[in-house]
């Protein structure tokens, strides 16, 4: 386990990708991050910076602009576009802020001898599951990295519920010294937005918990971790 794919989607906010992309380059070695632009947005705010970093590290920043999607499913696109041992999602007003996270990560994610795991990074929200990596094959026994009928929110506290509730011993919390993240939560995509999501929570609850907590348990129940 060695490749790190980090996506983040974009939409009007080209001076927080590119600070957020600074970060990330400073803070690690070989992860890669792509970056889902969509392809409708605000032609008075082009991505110059961006677009300059991703030439100059062109073996670590991926630019690709796609139709609207919505944060969730562009990232769903991105994993299954991208191919990588590890997947990440971060919105663009985040700050990488220790440096040898990836290391760290791909260190922690290597306990679990059959592949199937989850790191929540510690953020400034302290240690709730917030931006969690998943291995390639908790996203392969799950069969998505976030929850398909989500926009925007909601789609780590799935992750979690399946982590907690179904394989604890497969969600581990990163150490605060080794793998933090700061959100800046430099606006919000609305209350629309977050109550369609929290609608499709509670549906994800009443109906299809019980078939992704069966995928979770048949694939990690014969393998111990350590």
């Given at each position: 386990?060695?490749?790190i794919?980090?996506?983040c989607?974009s939409?009007?906010?080209?001076?927080e990708?590119?600070?957020?992309?600074?970060?990330?380059?400073?803070?690690?070695?070989h992860?890669?991050?792509?970056?889902?632009l969509?392809?409708?947005?605000n032609?008075?705010n082009?991505?110059?910076?961006?677009?300059?970093?991703?030439?100059e590290?062109?073996?670590?920043?991926i630019?690709?602009k796609?139709?609207?999607?919505?944060?969730?499913r562009?990232t769903n696109?991105?994993?299954?576009?991208?191919?990588s041992?590890?997947?990440?999602?971060?919105?663009?007003?985040?700050?990488?802020?220790v440096?040898?996270?990836?290391d760290?990560?791909?260190?922690?994610?290597?306990?679990?001898?059959?592949?199937?795991g989850?790191?929540a990074p510690?953020?400034?929200?302290?240690?709730?599951?917030?931006?969690?990596?998943?291995t390639?094959?908790?996203?392969?026994?799950?069969?998505?990295?976030?929850?398909?009928?989500?926009g925007h929110y909601?789609?780590?506290s799935i992750?979690?519920?399946?982590g907690y509730?179904?394989?604890?011993d497969?969600?581990?919390h990163?150490?605060?010294?080794?793998f933090?993240i700061?959100?800046?939560?430099?606006?919000?995509?609305?209350?629309?937005?977050?109550?369609q999501?929290?609608?499709?929570l509670y549906d994800?609850?009443?109906?299809?918990?019980?078939?992704y907590?069966?995928?979770v348990?048949n694939?990690?129940?014969?393998?111990?971790?350590?």
């Amino acid at each position: 386990m060695r490749d790190i794919l980090v996506v983040c989607p974009s939409r009007d906010r080209p001076v927080e990708s590119a600070e957020m992309a600074a970060s990330f380059i400073k803070t690690s070695t070989h992860a890669k991050l792509v970056f889902y632009l969509d392809d409708d947005q605000n032609q008075q705010n082009p991505y110059h910076a961006l677009a300059m970093q991703a030439t100059e590290h062109s073996n670590r920043i991926i630019i690709h602009k796609g139709p609207r999607l919505g944060a969730n499913r562009s990232t769903n696109a991105m994993v299954d576009l991208y191919p990588s041992d590890v997947y990440g999602m971060v919105p663009d007003d985040v700050e990488f802020k220790v440096a040898g996270w990836d290391d760290y990560l791909l260190e922690e994610l290597s306990k679990f001898k059959d592949g199937i795991g989850v790191v929540a990074p510690h953020t400034n929200f302290g240690s709730q599951v917030d931006m969690p990596f998943c291995t390639r094959g908790w996203v392969e026994a799950v069969g998505w990295f976030g929850y398909p009928n989500v926009g925007h929110y909601v789609w780590p506290s799935i992750i979690a519920l399946l982590g907690y509730c179904i394989a604890p011993d497969r969600l581990i919390h990163a150490d605060p010294k080794r793998f933090f993240i700061h959100h800046y939560v430099r606006g919000a995509s609305g209350y629309g937005m977050m109550y369609q999501d929290c609608r499709a929570l509670y549906d994800f609850m009443a109906q299809d918990f019980p078939v992704y907590a069966e995928r979770v348990r048949n694939a990690t129940k014969e393998v111990s971790v350590g």
